[in-house]
């Protein structure tokens, strides 16, 4: 595992793919390797790209990679679709418009499976983006469908949401206004070649406005971009730069990092109990006969899970 | 333990514009529960071996009509192992003569399967590779 991390560090393309794999199939040595790791990590800056489907995130990013690239930087793509829940498979299409830049060696781009989590991203998704981070790319940016509420993920892992909107999106502006409004750094209005853009536009400063009535000066930006025609490019560019200055200048970049720790601690704690209470408490193979002594009304059920618990916390600690 | 999930890139080397079969079979291998990347028609042979290391596939699958296989096909192998990957499978399909299927198994491509070949054939194959 030294010589992976290590290699990674070095910026060794396989080993960066390797290590990306390990974390996916969470294979023996992937805590280990995040450990080694961790020194490395905290350069990058990572911007997130949510939207719903054929927003023209893909399209986006590419673009984006070319302006990194003009600056001397190194960017790497994390891009999550959902798998297939009925097959497990995926067809991971995202790369496809960022070819372009498939020959270039300080472009990495790694397709991911959501492999069952709602909204596409993962703890794997968690994990590739500290390999990337360690490996040494200035920018790290990760694509996600945003669907319903589960987008709200992307922000923990992210120091910056672009959230991509187009026109016709019809009935999903309603649901916008519910809450996934909520999670944009930067609006990005695209597809702004076509009818009804400014009109989205339009509504999405309202939104907005409602939402800051009284500190106008936090008003997130709404930029119009075709990404298609190569239009509005740069102001996003701008925007971001901006957004990323005020974040690191104002002491919210180092706060915003530490949250998403914080949330990260209570996810691994929560999924290490539950493991603990799977393997060690063989919970699934006595659950059939709790159930059924509760249901002839042999215990009280709230006493009998107590006594449990308290019984195997200290078995466990002895 | 769990099956690891194997990862497949479905690529188009050389000239020709027609993306059928590659795209029908990558929908194909993504119904059969394989994580498919696929990156559109006119690839160079570098962006194809330069994109299985970064996606860490198992599998590679070319897809060729315009008859360059010969050169093509070898070439993409032989860059796998320039860069240290030979462990990942290639094969290749499209419109390729019966004629020239043992050259092309001799330089590495694994299995070759010609307009036609039901799905279960591929999966088969796949499966048979499976090193885990
Ligand atoms: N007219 C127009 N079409 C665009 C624009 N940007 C992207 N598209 C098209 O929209 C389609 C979807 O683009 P993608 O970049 O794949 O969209 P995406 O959001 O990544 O899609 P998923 O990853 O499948 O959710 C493609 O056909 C693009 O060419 C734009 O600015 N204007
Ligand atoms: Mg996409």
Known sequence: MRDLARDIVLGKTRAIARG?????????????????????????????????PGAGKST????LIAGERRKGHKVAVVAVDPSSPFTGGALLGDRLRMQSHAEDEHVFIRSMASRGHLGGVSRATVDAIKVLDAAGFDTVIVETIGVGQTEVDIIELTDLVLLVLVPGMGD???????????????FVINK??????????????????????????????????????????????????????????????????????????????????????????????????????????????????????????????? | MKE?????????????GHDRGAKYVARALKDEGYEVIYTGIRQTAESIVKTAIQEDVDFVGLSLLSGAHNELFPKIVELLKE??????????????????????????????????????????????????
Not at chain 2, 4 to 14: E, Q, V
């Open chain 1, 172 to 186: 999903e502006i309603q649901a916008m206004k519910a809450g996934v409004m909520e999670i944009g750094d930067i």
């Open chain 2, 4 to 16: 690891k999930k194997l990862r497949i890139l479905i690529a188009k080397p050389g000239l020709d």
């Open chain 1, 192 to 318: 702004s070649d076509k009818e009804g853009a400014d009109k989205l536009r339009t509504e999405v400063e309202y939104v907005l406005g409602f939402k800051y009535a009284h500190e106008m000066e936090k008003m997130n930006p709404v930029c119009m971009v075709s990404a298609k025609m190569k239009q509005g490019l740069e102001a996003l560019e701008e925007e971001a730069e901006e957004w990323f200055q005020h974040l690191s200048l104002s002491g919210l970049l180092e706060q915003k990092r530490k949250e998403r720790i914080q949330k990260e601690l209570k996810r691994i704690f929560s999924a290490k109990i539950h493991e603990l209470l799977d393997k060690k408490m063989d919970f699934y193979n006595n659950v059939e006969e709790w159930a059924e002594m509760i249901y002839q009304k042999k215990v009280q059920p709230y006493r009998f899970i107590n006594e449990s618990l308290h019984d195997f916390l200290k078995k466990e600690s002895e």
């Open chain 1, 20 to 52: 990306i794999s390990l974390a996916e199939n969470d294979s023996l040595g992937r805590e280990e390797l995040i450990d080694l790791l961790h020194p490395h990590t905290g350069k990058a800056r990572i911007l997130g790209i949510t939207g719903p």
């Open chain 1, 60 to 63: 986006l990013a590419d673009l």
């Open chain 2, 83 to 132: 860069n240290d990957a030979e462990d990942i499978v290639v094969f290749g399909g499209g419109v390729i003569p019966e004629e020239d299927i043992p050259f092309l198994r001799e330089k590495g491509i694994q299995a070759v399967f010609t307009p036609g070949t039901p799905i279960k054939t591929i999966v088969d194959f796949i499966e048979s590779q499976r090193n885990d």
